[in-house]
């Protein structure tokens, strides 16, 4: 099984970042190659859908489900569900926002999933997925 985990030091109050990174529907504004999304359902068990656009090498529609939520610790957790244009299988993810003081946070997005593939080039395009998508994310909340 495949693990990424990255972090992300942002200056900005946990609460901004968190209502940002948690917004369920907001992806495509921080995901690079994330398409509009769409929601069905509120809370835990919705379903968000959006398609890759080309440049991502994986094209077309991925769906997540969202696992667990909690706003008091700042921390949700999701899973791809369905055909994914990704070759993954059993892809489970998780970020949480810590409060480190009145102005800064720190952002952590983790992920587990199998491949038949090199997991190293899919371990390596992951953690740049997920370091660009924090920078974007502190660019928007800074």
Same mark, same amino acid.
């Given at each position: 099984?495949?693990?990424?985990?990255?972090?992300k030091?942002i200056?900005?109050?946990?609460h901004t970042?968190w209502e940002?990174?948690?917004?369920?529907?907001?992806?495509s504004e921080?995901?690079?190659g994330?398409g509009?999304?769409?929601?069905?359902?509120d809370?835990v068990g919705?379903i968000?859908?959006?398609? &890759?656009a080309?440049?991502t090498?994986?094209?077309g529609?991925i769906?997540e489900?969202?696992? =667990?939520y %909690? $706003?008091?610790?700042?921390a949700?957790?999701y899973?791809?569900i369905?055909?994914?244009?990704?070759?993954?299988t059993?892809?489970?993810?998780s970020?949480?926002v810590e409060?480190?003081s009145?102005?800064?946070?720190?952002?952590?997005?983790?992920?587990t999933w199998?491949t038949? &593939?090199?997991?190293?080039?899919l371990i390596?395009?992951f953690?740049m997925?997920?370091?660009? =998508?924090? %920078? $974007?994310v502190?660019?928007?909340?800074?």
């Amino acid at each position: 099984m495949a693990k990424v985990s990255v972090k992300k030091v942002i200056n900005a109050t946990a609460h901004t970042v968190w209502e940002y990174v948690s917004n369920w529907g907001g992806t495509s504004e921080w995901i690079p190659g994330v398409g509009p999304v769409t929601v069905e359902g509120d809370g835990v068990g919705a379903i968000r859908s959006a398609d &890759l656009a080309p440049e991502t090498g994986f094209p077309g529609r991925i769906s997540e489900r969202l696992e =667990s939520y %909690d $706003n008091q610790v700042m921390a949700f957790s999701y899973s791809v569900i369905g055909d994914s244009p990704i070759p993954i299988t059993d892809y489970l993810a998780s970020m949480s926002v810590e409060k480190l003081s009145n102005n800064t946070c720190e952002v952590t997005w983790e992920s587990t999933w199998e491949t038949e &593939l090199d997991e190293s080039e899919l371990i390596a395009a992951f953690e740049m997925l997920y370091s660009i =998508s924090l %920078d $974007n994310v502190a660019k928007a909340t800074c």
